[in-house]
């Protein structure tokens, strides 16, 4: 079983920019596809990106709303995932939550995120006007 550990949540003001951090411990993250979610107040979980741990090279899927202010990356020697937050809008507001799955693709993410056995506890980012 993988235990997952968000951080770098925070307060920022628009247009500002986070890197979030997802610790995984127990198991290498390379058994796993993993990704990031979001979810606002009264609002339903948004997936925002996945990333695909191939032998023949990483794929990433995005929500095509947040391509291009959104990056997912991984370090395996850190056995982390990052999510690179750029021109933060106050629309963005929400608790961040980190997923991973050894069986489930992440090409799969949007539409079967409740299948997704592993979730980290969220981190909060707030942006303000």
């Known amino acids: ?10 307060l920022v003001q628009a247009g500002g920019s986070l ?3 997802c610790a995984a411990s127990g198991r290498t993250i ?18 925002i990106a996945s990333i695909l741990f191939l032998g023949s ?5 995005y929500n095509h709303t947040m391509k291009g202010r959104f990056t997912i990356s991984r370090d395996v020697v850190k056995n982390t995932i990052y999510l690179q937050m750029n ?9 961040y939550y980190c997923a991973a799955d050894r069986y489930l693709s992440g090409a799969l993410f949007p539409s079967r995120a409740h299948e997704i056995d592993y979730w980290g506890k969220g981190t909060l980012v707030t942006v303000s006007s």
Do not use: I
Request: no cysteine; charged share 30%.
């Open 1 to 10: 079983q993988v235990q997952l550990v968000e951080s770098g949540g925070g």
């Open 19 to 21: 890197r979030l951090s």
């Open 30 to 47: 390379s058994d796993y596809d993993m990704g990031w979610f979001r979810q606002a107040p009264g609002k339903e979980r948004e997936f």
């Open 57 to 61: 090279g990483d794929s990433t899927y």
């Open 87 to 95: 021109n933060l809008k106050p629309e963005d507001t929400a608790v």
